[in-house]
């Protein structure tokens, strides 16, 4: 691997982890609901589960989740039922006002988590994404590696966006403010779900 090669890996997963998608839903409307705890713990949670997959592309078992196509829709449906649930829950119902002193970590964990282990296409992107920087023949530790600096590369683009929040934190958590970016980010998830269900 070549130091242009390694640049070029770099660049390719930061571009990745700039694309908006369900994740940078989740952890707005988590920092809403939990503040920067609730953003750092939800971000820890997705790069969790990113680690997972990448970890299991770098060693040949997503493979397995390709080969079978019940697993794979078995775990596609998971990942929509809880988008459309935690979409659904935030779009229609009722928005109290944030406490932050007691800021909601402990499921902003959990939603990361769920909501990139659920995501078949994140396990599917991971054994056609990785391979392509890796010279064919190459101990599996190489792999291993890279995996482990797409998570760094991922992780490190969403603590920036839980900094940007961070100066805006106050306003977003305002009654009217934050019930309408709850119902926005609900909606978005809901869509994501409604992409994932029709797209094969």
Known sequence: MTGSGLLAFLVASLVLAMVPGVGTAMLVRQSIRGGRRGALTTVAGMESAVAFW???AALGLSVLL?????AYQTLRVAG???LLWVGGKALFGRHKSADPEVPVSGS???????VNLANP?????AISFLPQFVEP??????????AGLWVLVDTVWYLLIVALLG???GWLRKAKVRARIERLSGAVLIGLGIKLAIES
């Not at 902003?108 to 769920?114: D, N, P, T």
């Not at 023949?137 to 890279?146: S, T």
């Open 108 to 114: 902003g964990y959990r939603a990361g988590l769920l």
């Open 66 to 70: 390709l080969a079978s196509e019940v």
């Open 121 to 125: 296409k994140l396990a599917v992107f």
């Open 137 to 146: 023949g190459a101990p599996r530790w190489v792999l291993v590696a890279f």
């Open 167 to 169: 100066y805006v934190l």
């Open 80 to 82: 929509v039922l809880y």
């Open 54 to 56: 990448a970890a299991a």
